[in-house]
Nanobody, 129 residues
Framework: QLQLVESGGGLVQPGGSLRLSCAASGFTLDDYTIGWFRQAPGKEREGVSCIDSNGEWTVYGDSVKGRFTISRDNAKNTVYLQMNSLKSEDTAAYYC??????????????????????WGQGTLVTVSS
């Protein structure tokens, strides 16, 4: 059974940092494009970042560019999202999703919530003083 489990969320003050993890089980991430998405209460799911299967190509949403960094460790079957300079507007549930039939591209961030095949259960990030 293909499963993704996110972790690392929590409460952090504005300007602080968190690192989210997305661990895969039941399959290996080597051939998968991976995306991070987030959903704030009352808002639509938003693409945050994606990384291609070999880790050489990444895309970031405008709202997180320069503050967030996506990376992957295929040996650990895990993807990470390092979030720095956090703002209150980053408060959301964060989800990872994977697909082995798509590439990391701006379109994936914009439309991927509609078609990416495997999703985690999410981890909550709250940025508040």
């Amino acid at each position: 059974q293909l499963q993704l489990v996110e972790s690392g969320g929590g409460l952090v003050q504005p300007g602080g940092s968190l690192r989210l993890s997305c661990a895969a089980s039941g399959f290996t991430l080597d051939d998968y494009t991976i995306g991070w998405f987030r959903q704030a209460p009352g808002k639509e799911r938003e693409g945050v970042s994606c990384i291609d299967s070999n880790g050489e190509w990444t895309v970031y949403g405008d709202s997180v560019k320069g503050r967030f960094t996506i990376s992957r460790d295929n040996a650990k079957n895990t993807v990470y999202l390092q979030m720095n300079s956090l703002k209150s507007e980053d408060t959301a549930a964060y989800y990872c999703a994977v697909d082995n039939k798509v590439h990391c591209a701006p379109g994936l961030l914009k439309y991927g919530s509609r078609y990416l095949e495997v999703w985690g259960q999410g981890t909550l990030v709250t940025v508040s003083s």
